[in-house]
């Protein structure tokens, strides 16, 4: 079976044909995508992950570690994510966001408060 752009009956589907400068583009621009997915991203995240794990658990082991004080202090981790899409990727829908963050910082501060 010949698969063609003049096989699909509908325009929906119609696809105009590419010559060959335009599949190089084509495949360039696909590369350059996954390229920085896979060799940008990805690494990034799971370095930033293994620190914080690393950190969390060395402070574990510590002596006399408070779980009650260090537990909310990984949690809050997620405060930085938040300000950091709101300062650095401009996120705009941030407000229903922040009803949860506020209910974690509130939390933090009630396990604070009663460990204190």
Request: glycine share 10%; proline share 5%.
């Amino acid at each position: 079976m010949h698969l063609s752009p003049e096989s699909y009956p509908s325009a929906r589907f119609l696809v105009h044909p590419l010559d060959g400068g335009e599949h190089v583009l084509l495949f360039l621009k696909s590369a350059l995508v996954a390229g920085s997915w896979i060799f940008g991203y990805f690494p990034l995240i799971g370095l930033l992950l293994l620190s914080a794990d690393l950190l969390y658990f060395t402070a574990i082991a510590q002596e006399g570690a408070l779980i009650a004080v260090i537990s909310p202090i990984r949690r809050a981790a997620v405060v930085l994510t938040f300000l950091g899409g709101i300062l650095l990727h401009k996120e705009l829908n941030f407000r229903p966001k922040l009803v949860c963050i506020s209910f974690i910082l509130v939390g933090i501060v009630l396990i604070k408060a009663g460990s204190g």
